[in-house]
């Protein structure tokens, strides 16, 4: 690379150039008017989410096959989970980690966090997503720092799901390793996100809908989004999210993005959402909006959890999907047993201690996962669809010299 492309390189990764990209108007703040009065773009979106027959559906699975092997070849990445903690300041109707919700908790110490890791990377693991309730006690500050330090030696691609923070915060998990953020708003529709959150600072929608803008000012090279299908109109949430996604192409260009569309599982509090035909995410329709958002975004990342069933995952590999988690756990400790030691209960966020009669094995997990197959066996399904399961694809040493 040549010094003119040095300079270009450096700038793509310097905080101050992207806090520059960045106007004083925000997403939020045109979110109204953006769904409103769309772009072409999102006009063509809109179209392509319309009720169609089948032969339309099938065509829109070819073109998106096509797409996505002509932008990603036949490359799947994996990435694994990693839970640090399940406690948690807000009151969220749908997460099984909810302030409220008399489960079993447990924070990680930093040794078996390693401990986790180093579990995921002898499956094969290179790329981890570390997750963790919303508690300012237990999640305290330096703790997310002192887990990337421990890792970043071990995992060369380190992404973080966290509660939302200022910009010099993320600039704080940038200079210590941390490469990737995945912050889903959960529903688009204000209405909806203030009756399911009624305690704690999640509560805040426009603060949560800027934190993607925040986190490329402060400068993470990978951001993902997403809305948790099942709390609003299924539609409506897809056309928020690319009118989201639209929106941070062209204002935070020097990051790439992910997109994902998880949808409802089982968790403790058991939260029943209104049975509105048009508020669930059936399968088809899944298959009609990954191929819509591949056909209107063909080079942004498409994630697929084990939230969803094997043979369903498996016949969306190939439509365009191109990071998938496997062999996942949704509880601290959840690979090894680790944090089995300090279960306790919560009380308004505040620690009870087990009665002595009390007596369990593990924390409890935010959600069910649905695909419980192990690591080796997602790869060799992989493999069989022609696809090369990707462990690793970035490494710091890459900036080393830049």
Not at 188 to 209: C, D, I, N, S
């Amino acid at each position: 690379m040549d010094a003119s492309g040095n300079a270009i390189f450096r700038k793509a990764f310097d905080k101050k150039a992207r806090k520059e990209d960045l106007s004083d108007v925000s997403f939020a703040s045109q979110f109204e008017t953006l769904m409103e009065d769309p772009t072409p773009l999102m006009r063509r979106f809109r179209k392509l989410l319309d009720p169609c027959p089948d032969r339309q559906l099938e065509s829109m699975a070819r073109q998106s096959q096509t797409l996505t092997r002509r932008h990603f070849g036949k490359t799947m990445r994996l990435f694994a989970p990693l839970y640090l903690s399940n406690e948690c300041v807000n009151n969220c109707q749908y997460c099984g980690f909810s302030r409220d919700n008399p489960i079993l908790r447990t924070t990680l110490t930093v040794p078996q966090v390693v401990a986790e890791a180093k579990h995921l990377y002898d499956l094969g693991f290179r790329n981890i997503l570390l997750v963790a309730g919303e508690h300012p006690k237990f999640v305290s500050d330096g703790y997310l720092q002192e887990c990337i330090d421990a890792l970043k030696t071990l995992i060369p691609t380190i992404g973080i799901e966290v509660g939302p923070m200022e910009d010099d915060k993320y600039g704080e998990l940038v200079d210590h390793g941390a490469e990737g953020l995945i912050v889903y708003q959960e529903t688009y529709h204000q209405k909806t996100y203030e009756v399911l959150h009624t305690a704690g600072p999640k509560k805040k929608f426009h603060w949560r809908l800027d934190c993607p803008e925040r986190a490329y000012a402060g400068g993470f090279r990978r951001i993902g989004i997403g809305a948790l299908f099942g709390l609003a109109n299924w539609r409506f949430e897809a056309i928020a999210l690319a009118t989201h996604l639209d929106y941070l192409l062209r204002h935070c260009w020097k990051a790439s993005f992910t997109i994902a569309f998880p949808r409802m599982r089982p968790h403790a509090g058991n939260y029943q959402y209104t049975p509105d035909p048009e508020l669930s995410l059936d399968d088809r329709s899944l298959v009609q909006l990954l191929t819509a958002f591949r056909m209107c975004f063909p080079q942004v990342g498409i994630v697929l959890s084990t939230r969803e069933p094997a043979d369903l995952r498996d016949s969306l590999f190939s439509l365009g999907v191109t990071h998938i988690s496997a062999g996942s756990q949704t509880d601290p400790g959840g690979y090894t047993g680790a944090g089995t030691d300090d279960l306790h209960l919560t009380l308004k966020g505040r620690r009870v201690e087990l009665e002595e009669e009390q007596t369990c094995s593990r924390a409890t997990g935010q959600f069910e996962i649905d695909d419980k197959r192990p690591v080796d066996e997602i790869a060799r399904i992989l493999k069989n669809q022609g696809f090369d399961p990707v462990w690793k694809d970035w490494d710091p040493a890459i900036l080393a010299n830049s």
